[in-house]
Antibody
Framework: EVQLLESGGALVQPGGSLRLSCAAS????????MNWVRQAPGKGLEWVAIISGNGGTAFYADSVKGRFTISRDNSKDTVYLQMNSLRAGDTGIYYCAKVTTTMSTPLDPWGQGTLVTVSS | SYVLTQPPSVSVAPGKTATITCGGD??????VHWYQQKPGQAPVLVISYDNDRPSGLPGRFSGSNSGDTASLTISRVEAGDEADYYC?????????FGTGTKVTVL
């Protein structure tokens, strides 16, 4: 069974940094691109970033480009999201999600999410 | 950027049919995927590639996609179908989600 477990969410001050982790199990991790998707309180889904299976290619939403970095360690079956220069608008639940095959394919499954709160 | 527009809400009586639309420029030329999100839970894929159902998903869920509109149809609606639903496409190196539709079962 595929499992994704996010961690690292916390309360952080504006301008601060945070690193999220997503530990994967139940599949050949290095063969699959991985996504981060976030959801502000009471709002819809917003895609954040995607990284290829070997980590060589990554794409970002315009709203986080230059502030967030997605990376992965295939020896640890873990994908990360380094978040810098955090703003109040970055508050929300952050989900990691596996793609079904390649980058352009559906997101399935999703982890349960980790909460990031940016506030002073 | 590519915008996907969904109605904010759809209300339906039990046993009836709910249709959720997803509008986008020439969306019929793209593969559309749909996710269901119940309160306090992570999203779950319910339809992929316009009209493919994951194994185990009830046949009451179906999709279509043509022109500028994709649709998710839920037949014989049950109380357990009450949730938020999001469409999604891949566009120019990014994942794009629709604005989301809250389905309320009356």
């Amino acid at each position: 069974e595929v499992q994704l477990l996010e961690s690292g969410g916390a309360l952080v001050q504006p301008g601060g940094s945070l690193r999220l982790s997503c530990a994967a199990s139940g599949f050949s991790f290095g063969n699959y691109p991985m996504n981060w998707v976030r959801q502000a309180p009471g709002k819809g889904l917003e895609w954040v970033a995607i990284i290829s299976g070997n980590g060589g290619t990554a794409f970002y939403a315009d709203s986080v480009k230059g502030r967030f970095t997605i990376s992965r360690d295939n020896s640890k079956d873990t994908v990360y999201l380094q978040m810098n220069s955090l703003r109040a608008g970055d508050t929300g639940i952050y989900y990691c999600a596996k793609v079904t095959t390649t980058m352009s394919t559906p997101l399935d499954p999703w982890g349960q999410g980790t909460l990031v709160t940016v506030s002073s | 950027s590519y915008v996907l527009t969904q109605p904010p809400s759809v209300s339906v009586a039990p046993g009836k049919t709910a249709t959720i639309t997803c509008g986008g420029d020439n969306i019929g030329s793209r593969s559309v995927h749909w996710y269901q999100q119940k309160p306090g839970q992570a999203p779950v894929l319910v339809i992929s590639y316009d009209n493919d159902r994951p194994s185990g998903l009830p046949g009451r869920f179906s999709g279509s996609n043509s022109g500028d509109t994709a649709s998710l149809t839920i037949s014989r609606v049950e109380a357990g179908d009450e949730a938020d639903y999001y469409c999604q496409v891949w566009y120019s190196g990014s994942v794009v989600f629709g604005t989301g539709t809250k389905v309320t079962v009356l």
